[in-house]
């Protein structure tokens, strides 16, 4: 059993980190995020507000997998100020004893949690760079442990475009079951250019464990004064698409993304929600 738990631990669980943690994370997100969304993707594109704004999503990924994420931003001065945190839940897990054997199936649960204390600051007229703390837990059957890591990132944003290139989830590692676990350190660069009638980005990440690649190509098209449009085409070891729209009226933003994994793992839900007060 123990050689089972690091199994799913080495292979997906610390990798949750790389999941969305809401809508924009279906598309281009290190490109585009912004608001305090981005405080989840690229800590240079997170802008807070002279008032506090909540943002809080709901994700629903394959199997029973799941996730909520929550960020609450202020704008000190020239300072944008953030905490956010992001539980996902692995749901059910089953635990097939070794055959033959005369133990029942049986069920556990898991689920990783991270605290994201977060920042970002002017260094020109068009260039700002961000920085995350992080604390992330792991809680799989029997076995916890925690790590402490950063981001780090820098973006330049022009009268039509912008370009962003940064570090995430560099930090210790996870022990469990006297198995050390990389966290799923990424390098990334994205871009956009704004058309007018549509905005396309790129997005392209570095993933230093596994020396993998993964990124995606996305549009976001304004249908409205308050709606935008969006789609992507995403690579993930293997090609998918991705959808959303996005509704601003006044100071709520609403947002629903959806994604068709690869390897028939089904359709991805993510809705999200944020408000000024």
Not at 111 to 124: A, E, K, Q
Not at 167 to 188: F, H, Q, W, Y
Not at 244 to 251: F, M, N, Y
Request: glycine letters at 10%.
């Amino acid at each position: 059993m123990a050689a089972f738990v690091f199994f799913l631990i080495a292979t997906s669980g610390v990798n949750t980190l790389l999941l969305p943690a809401s809508p924009v994370g279906i598309t281009t997100p290190f490109s585009i995020s912004k608001d305090a969304e981005a405080i989840f993707y690229n800590p240079a594109n997170f802008e807070a507000q002279d008032n506090y704004q909540i943002w809080c999503s709901y994700n629903r990924f394959y199997l029973s997998m799941q996730s909520v994420s929550l960020a609450l931003t202020k704008k000190i001065k020239t300072l944008n100020m953030g905490i956010a945190f992001l539980n996902f839940d692995y749901g059910d897990i089953e635990w097939h004893p070794n055959y033959p054997s005369e133990d029942s199936l049986t069920y556990y649960s898991g689920n990783d949690f991270t605290i994201v204390l977060g920042g970002s600051v002017p260094i020109t007229t068009q260039g700002k760079i961000g920085v995350n703390l992080k604390y992330v837990s792991e809680n799989i059957l029997i076995y916890s442990d925690y790590a402490l890591a950063f981001d780090v990132s820098f973006t330049y944003v022009g009268t039509k475009a912008g370009i962003s290139f940064g570090a995430t989830n560099i930090g210790s590692k996870i022990t469990i079951n006297n198995e050390d676990v990389n966290l799923p350190a990424r390098i990334s660069i994205g871009t956009f250019y704004d058309l007018k009638k549509f905005i396309p980005s790129f997005d392209i990440h570095y993933l230093v464990n596994t020396a993998a690649f993964e990124g995606g190509l996305g549009i976001d098209i304004p249908v409205h004064k308050i709606a935008n449009l969006n789609g992507a085409v995403l690579y993930r070891e293997a090609p998918y698409p991705g959808f959303g729209l996005e509704i601003r009226p006044g100071k709520l933003i609403i947002k629903y993304a959806g994604a068709l994994y690869p390897q028939n793992l089904g359709l991805i839900n993510t809705i999200g929600i944020g408000f000024e007060f």
